[in-house]
C-alpha cells in the first residue's frame, strides 16, 4: 500500500468539507467559541466571583443534569482530578488493583497510581473500542478466586476492587455486559465518560451505569470550559465524600477551617463553568454537525480500498466526538508516514494513544493477554472531526 495514495485520500476528504470556506489548518478538534462565551466570561468577572464559588457553578451542573439525567453532578478543575476522586470516593487503596484498558488516555491509569493502587490491564474489543467483556470473564475465571475481603488476584495475592471502562472517542462501550461483569465478580464499576458527553448506550446517557463516572471538559472535548471535568453518580453517599475530598476535605459546618483527613484543591472555577454555561446551549448544534460530518466521512471512506471506516454498534447513539478509519495495511510504519505527510500539509490527525501497558511506568503492571490491541494501536487513525468543519444546513 502507496503511504502517498492513502494520504492523498484522507487529504481529499478533509479539504471538501471545506471546500467553500478558508482553513489554514485541520486542527484534530478545536473549540467553537463566540459572543456568548464572551459575555458570560465577562459577567462573572463582573460579579468578582472568579474562583471556586459563584452562580455559573450551579446552572453549569443544573444544565447538565438534564442532559445525562442523573442525581448529583460535582464539578471539578480536570477529567484527571475528576478520575483520581473517583478512586478515592470509593476507597480504592493502597495495592488494590483496579482493572483498566490499555487503550485508554494516560490520565485514566495515572489516577489509579495516585491512590498508590496497581492498575491491571485488560483488552478491548474492535466493534467499539471499549473493555472486551467476554475475554474479560474468561480470564477472570481463570486468575481470581472469590474470597470473605473480595475478589483476589491468584497470581499477584492483591485484590481486584474495580474496573474502569472508558467510552473511547464517544462510541459506548458494551454497558449490558459490563454491568453483568462487575456484578458477577463483585467489584465497582466506573465509566470513564471522559469524551462521551451526548452519547447514549440503549437510549441511557453514558456515566448512569457505574457507581460513579467523569466527564472531560478539556478544550478538544466536546464542549469545553478551558480546562475541566465532572463527576457524575446517582449515589448520594459517595457524590459526598467526593465533594468533601474535592475540596481539601474541609468540614463546612465548622468556622475554624477544620480538615478531617488529606484532601484535594480541584474543584472548578466560576469562571470556567461560565464558558461551560454558554458551550451547553450550543451541545444540540455540535452533535447535529458531527452527525453530518460523520455521515460525510462515512460516504466517502467505504469508497476507499484499504480503509474501513468506524461505525461502531448501530444500537447505540455516539455523540462522534472524532471519527477514525482503519488501515488495511498492519503497518505501523506506514500509519506513522500517512500521519507526517499529512502534518506537513497542515492537516492534524492523530494515532490512537501509545499502549499504556508498554509505557516504562507500567511495564510491570498485571495484564491479560491483549490481543486487539497491537491491531488497534498500528491501525487507527484520527481524523479532523470539529464542529466548525460543518454547518448544520
Known sequence: MNYLKISKEIYNAVKSIAKKRKFKYFALHEPEIGSDEIKFTKDCLKTGWVSTNGEFISKFENELKKVIKIKNILLLNSGTSALHIALKSIEIKENDEVLV??????????????CNAIPHFVDSELNTLGVDAEQLIKYLKKNTKQTSKGLKNINTNNYIRALIVTHVYGTPSNMDQLVKLTKKFGIHLI????????????????????????????????????????????????????????????????????????????????????????????????????????????????????????????????????????????????????????EKKKIYCRPIWFPINKLPMYKKCPSMKLKNIEFINKNLICLPSSPILFSEK
Not at 485508554?104 to 495516585?114: D, E, G, L, R, S
Not at 463516572?213 to 467526593?242: D, H, P, Q, R, Y
Not at 459546618?253 to 463553568?273: L, Q
Request: hydrophobic share 40%; proline share 2%; glycine share 6%.
Open 101 to 114: 484498558p490499555t487503550l485508554t488516555f494516560v490520565a485514566t491509569v495515572n489516577a489509579i497510581k495516585y
Open 191 to 342: 465509566e470513564d465518560a471522559a469524551e462521551g458527553l451526548g452519547s447514549y448506550y440503549k437510549k441511557k446517557h453514558v456515566g448512569n451505569f457505574g457507581i460513579i463516572s467523569v466527564l472531560s471538559f478539556n478544550g478538544n472535548k466536546i464542549i469545553t470550559t478551558g480546562a475541566g471535568g465532572a463527576i457524575l453518580t446517582n449515589n448520594k453517599k459517595v457524590f459526598e465524600k467526593a465533594k468533601h475530598l474535592s475540596n481539601v476535605a474541609k468540614d463546612i459546618k465548622r468556622t475554624d477551617f477544620f480538615h478531617d483527613k488529606v484532601g484535594y484543591n480541584y474543584r472548578m472555577p466560576n469562571i470556567n463553568a461560565a464558558i461551560g454555561c454558554a458551550q451547553i446551549k450550543k451541545l444540540r448544534s455540535f452533535l447535529k454537525r458531527k452527525k453530518l460530518l460523520n455521515k460525510f466521512y462515512k460516504n466517502y471512506f467505504n469508497k476507499i480500498k484499504n480503509i474501513d471506516f468506524f461505525e461502531g454498534p448501530h444500537n447505540n447513539k455516539s455523540n462522534n466526538w472524532l471519527n477514525i478509519i482503519f488501515l488495511k495495511n498492519n503497518s505501523i510504519n506506514l500509519r506513522n508516514k500517512i500521519l507526517l505527510d499529512l
